[in-house]
């Protein structure tokens, strides 16, 4: 009777231990699953103790995929600030280029002459100066024209004088030619046209003449008025 009972317990032992590593196999296996899945490589192992081991390395790997991804974050960041610099410094560099190459037409105009010098003021840079005031046109005459058509052709003559102690950009010229009965033609002209050079600025307390002819018979001619603009 007590064989029996011992055969019984040892029995009941043996099939509680297999049991116990049943489930630790299964859940072993479980754990390589899931490690398998974060890219961790395993071995199989039947012990229990390999848990807490594989646990702890599948924590570690969660740690260094969530550093590597802050940091490919950071740099994403850095290099769109970076990017976003450049341009800002393109852009403004092109705006720069553009005024260097258009100064004395963007001074001529009220719009963008105000601007200008306000950053000329910051920068200490000098524009030229594009002052009506101080320009005026003088001597005015007409005649038959002497490189033309003599009968059906007129020269005119007149100078701008810049009475201002500093250099001024040419201007405009609106000409307008009256006969007996009103106006007869209406003429404007860019500095191009009528200066024989392509200068673009007079000099200080300087008089400058020139010269246009035009297709009218300086016998219908009455008047000429030409006012300089810009």
Not at 73 to 86: A, D, E, H, M
Request: aromatic fraction near 8%.
């Amino acid at each position: 009777m007590k064989q029996d009972d011992m055969n019984v317990q040892k029995f009941s032992t043996t099939d509680k231990f297999s049991t116990t590593e049943q489930e630790s196999l299964v859940f072993n296996n479980d754990v390589d699953d899931l490690l398998n899945d974060y890219g961790v490589t395993v071995e199989t192992s039947t012990g229990l103790f390999d848990i807490d081991e594989r646990l702890e390395k599948m924590q570690q790997r969660i740690l260094t995929d969530s550093s590597s991804a802050n940091n490919t974050q950071k740099k994403s960041v850095i290099s769109f600030i970076l990017w976003l610099i450049g341009c800002i410094l393109l852009v403004a560099l092109s705006i720069v280029q553009y005024a260097v190459f258009n100064i004395n037409s963007l001074v001529k105009q009220p719009t963008t002459q105000a601007k200008l010098v306000t950053v000329c003021k910051i920068l200490y840079c000098r524009l030229p100066s594009a002052d009506l005031s101080k320009l005026h046109i003088a001597k005015v005459q007409h005649g038959h024209s002497r490189v033309g058509d003599f009968a059906n052709e007129t020269d005119i003559f007149a100078s701008i004088v810049n009475v201002s102690k500093v250099k001024q950009l040419y201007p405009n010229l609106k000409i307008s030619i009256y006969g007996v009965n009103g106006l007869l033609a209406e003429l404007v002209l860019q500095p191009k046209d009528y200066l024989l050079s392509e200068k673009q600025i007079e000099m200080a307390t300087a008089e400058n003449f020139f010269m246009l002819t035009v297709p009218i018979n300086d016998d219908d001619i009455r008047k000429i008025d030409i006012v300089p603009f810009y």
